[in-house]
């Protein structure tokens, strides 16, 4: 495998800088402040990501605060209690994203935090006490359990969250294949994934950077090189 210090390197070369690709890489993660997280504000980024996935994000950013009313703040016990009528007439609801699909997953992962939180004392206390170097057990946990929580919505969610969470964008995989990693192009099976939590790991134990900023500069060392300027507008920072 490559060097790790040769491909942030490359990244710093491409993105102006060492201090130009440090201000990219966002504020460390805290898994440990995951655990304060109520179970509300869970729900809540669950369903935000999963209505941002194959959509523009910003135009539900704008529209948040309508999602926020629409779903009674995202409350678990709350929605659990709310008759079949109120999640049909959410498919009219011009408040909201009107996808039948990802508005049964808020019914659905309701449930699903509910069940958790009642288990662990809390949702964000079971994300806190899961082992950040087994990102890749948690997302597989999320996907068997949670509704439509699997690919990078899921990863999405931890980062989100704050959870110190790497995502496999085409950049990011396409750099590990680069470095030397025997992974798929799109790589989804277990072994590949597997492959791709040894190596984060390895390097995380390496330089001591959290896992989310070595996925950062993994995925900004190749492809397209986007601007500093589109990067923060991306990221929301």
Not at 88 to 106: E, F, G, M, Y
Not at 143 to 151: T, V
């Amino acid at each position: 495998m490559a060097d790790f210090r040769k491909i942030r390197l490359r990244a710093a070369k491409r993105k102006g800088g060492e201090t130009q690709l440090a201000s990219l890489l966002g504020l460390a993660p805290d898994n440990a402040a995951v655990a304060g997280i109520a179970d509300d504000r869970i729900l809540s980024t669950m369903a935000e990501r999963i209505f941002a996935a194959g959509f523009v994000w910003r135009v539900i950013e704008q529209k948040w605060p309508g999602f926020e009313e629409a779903f009674l703040h995202f409350e678990p016990k709350r929605l659990l209690f709310q008759p079949d009528d109120f999640w049909h007439d959410l498919t009219a609801d011009k408040r909201i994203v009107r996808n039948p699909q990802k508005i049964k997953s808020v019914r659905d992962n309701a449930a699903f935090v509910e069940r958790v939180s009642k288990e662990h004392g809390g949702f964000g206390k079971f994300l806190a006490q899961w082992p950040a170097d087994d990102q890749v057990g948690l997302m597989a946990y999320l996907g068997k359990h949670g509704s439509r929580l699997g690919g990078n919505t899921g990863q999405y969610f931890l980062r989100w969250l704050n959870w110190d969470a790497f995502v496999i964008s085409g950049d990011m995989s396409a750099a590990l294949r680069d470095a030397g990693l025997d992974i798929a192009e799109s790589p989804t099976s277990k072994k590949d994934l597997d492959k791709i939590q040894s190596q984060i790991n390895a390097w995380a134990a390496e330089t001591g950077l959290p896992r989310r900023h070595i996925s950062r500069i993994l995925a900004m060392s190749i492809g397209e090189n986007h601007s500093p300027e589109s990067l923060r507008e991306y990221m929301g920072e």
